[in-house]
């Protein structure tokens, strides 16, 4: 009787652990998975930023290099 009572013990206390470990098998998951897409999220803010600080800088120039022009043409033909 004692025998069986300490198998079925360990039994339930193995079940037990298999599910503790499933969970925190689970946590981990969705852990790594929540991390990784915060680090994408990320890449992609900081690509955008770098890419709208592009483009601004090359429609200023741009609007510079226009300006130069104009003045230029006014120039030649006024003078």
């Known amino acids: 009787m004692r025998m069986r009572q300490s198998i079925a013990q360990l039994e339930r206390a193995?079940?037990?652990?298999?599910?503790?470990?499933?969970?925190?098998?689970e946590n981990l998951r969705r852990t790594a998975a929540h991390r990784s897409r915060e680090r994408r999220v990320q890449r992609r803010?900081?690509?955008?930023?770098?890419?709208?600080?592009?483009?601004?800088?090359?429609?200023?120039?741009?609007?510079v290099l226009v300006t130069i022009a104009m003045f230029e043409a006014l120039y030649y033909v006024i003078g």
Do not use: G, H, K, P
Not at 14 to 25: G, I, K, N, Q, Y
């Open 14 to 25: 193995f079940a037990e652990e298999v599910m503790l470990d499933r969970a925190r098998r």
């Open 45 to 63: 803010e900081q690509r955008s930023s770098l890419r709208f600080f592009l483009l601004m800088l090359s429609l200023i120039v741009t609007a």
